[in-house]
């Protein structure tokens, strides 16, 4: 899934918290891919997923109560 | 508002120098560039300021590059935005990358696997670009159709890098007919591209 876009990237307060809820993503069929922070959003050598914005009420309701989400940015 | 530079005529690296200026100003930037090594310049500063880059080829050799910078005042700071003056970049020195496991570092499996994702993931902005990569060892499973990162190296097979995938390697983790990329490759073709590198990278 790298065609395509825009994209929306969701930050995460850590790297687990980021892979938790990729696992989370994946098991309800929610396409989304973890890439480096870009550099435009953080200097860190951070990772966050990359989404299809119009999954973003399927994402915050799986997410709801499982993972804190930080921040959510267009790509 | 849209700041116009007009770059024509001057030489490299002038026309990225003054295109940086202009986004540190100016949200939406229209260059106007009369050569293809002033577009890869900016293309790259593109990049590294997480700008989104428009490029229209007009008659004449003129290039029309629009840049709109999102969000806030460019975080990239400094003066290594990679330029290349010179056109002989690269060509008979090319750069190969050998991933030698599928997973970036040692110490930690789960966070090897994270890192490994996201530096082929950096790689497809990567400039200059791979000429070749080479998957040996367990970094054959990378190519693998299941693999996380199927999708980015497939990408970079796309953009014209050749991936070679080891054979030996290939038969041994039983991943015949598992493949989403690369080209199945002997250890002649491997040690050939590894010493006739002029840079080899293996992270």
């Known amino acids: 899934m790298n065609g395509g876009g825009p994209w929306e990237v969701v930050l995460f307060q850590s790297v687990h918290h980021a892979l938790r809820a990729e696992k989370l993503l994946k098991a309800a069929d929610i396409p989304c891919k973890l890439i480096p922070v870009p550099r435009h959003l953080s200097?860190?050598?951070?990772?966050?997923l990359r989404l299809d914005p119009s999954f973003r009420s399927r994402i915050e309701k799986v997410l709801t109560g499982q993972v804190e989400i930080g921040a959510i940015h267009p790509l | 508002?849209?700041?116009?530079?007009?770059?024509?005529?001057?030489?490299?690296?002038?026309?990225?120098?003054?295109?940086?200026?202009?986004?540190?100003?100016?949200?939406?930037?229209?260059?106007?560039?009369?050569?293809?090594?002033?577009?890869?310049?900016?293309?790259?500063?593109?990049?590294?300021?997480?700008?989104?880059?428009?490029?229209?080829?007009?008659?004449?050799?003129?290039?029309?590059i629009r840049l709109t910078r999102s969000g806030e005042a460019p975080t990239y700071e400094g003066t290594d935005i990679g330029i290349v003056c010179g056109t002989a970049k690269d060509r008979g020195a090319p750069l190969v990358i050998v991933l030698s496991s599928d997973r970036l570092g040692r110490g930690n499996d789960e966070l090897g696997e994270v890192l490994m994702r996201s530096?082929?993931?950096?790689?497809?902005?990567?400039?200059?670009?791979?000429?070749?990569?080479?998957?040996?060892?367990?970094?054959v499973r990378l190519a693998s159709r299941e693999s996380a990162l199927i999708d980015d190296l497939k990408q970079l097979e796309a953009a014209g890098v050749e991936l070679f995938v080891c054979g030996t390697c290939v038969n041994y983790f039983e991943l015949k007919g598992k493949l989403g990329a690369g080209i199945v490759s002997n250890m002649y073709d491997i040690a050939a591209a590894m010493t006739g590198a002029g840079k080899l990278v293996i992270p």
């Open chain 2, 119 to 139: 530096f082929v993931h950096t790689l497809l902005t990567l400039e200059p670009r791979p000429a070749k990569i080479i998957l040996y060892n367990t970094g």
């Open chain 2, 1 to 64: 508002m849209e700041k116009i530079v007009d770059t024509r005529g001057l030489a490299c690296p002038e026309p990225v120098i003054l295109t940086k200026k202009a986004l540190e100003e100016a949200k939406e930037v229209l260059v106007i560039a009369d050569n293809d090594e002033a577009v890869e310049n900016i293309r790259r500063l593109a990049n590294k300021m997480g700008c989104a880059i428009a490029v229209a080829r007009e008659e004449g050799g003129v290039f029309r």
């Open chain 1, 43 to 48: 200097s860190d050598c951070g990772v966050c």
